[in-house]
């Protein structure tokens, strides 16, 4: 999956969450990913994150910090 689409993913639950109130909205945006991204997006998703977060919502690289990384496969 590129690294655009992850982004807009992402995108999508965080625009969704920012209607909740904002410590709602990080735990929501961090359960959502945790429990329905399979380890290869999250592991897309924290490169993302690892350079910069550039094109990724304030409140998704806020809730990153609840986001379980996954182990590298190797």
């Known amino acids: ?3 655009d689409k992850i982004i807009r993913m992402a995108n999508q ?3 969704f969450m920012e209607s909740k109130p904002h410590a709602e909205g990080l ?8 429990d ?11 490169a993302v994150l690892d350079a910069g ?3 990724l919502r304030p409140l998704l690289i806020e809730a990153s910090a609840q986001i379980r990384r996954p182990a590298d496969p190797a």
């Open 1 to 3: 999956m590129s690294a």
């Open 13 to 15: 639950i965080a625009t």
């Open 27 to 34: 735990e929501l945006c961090a359960s959502h990913i945790n």
């Open 36 to 46: 329905f991204w399979e380890p290869r997006m999250r592991r897309q998703l924290f």
């Open 53 to 55: 977060g550039e094109g």
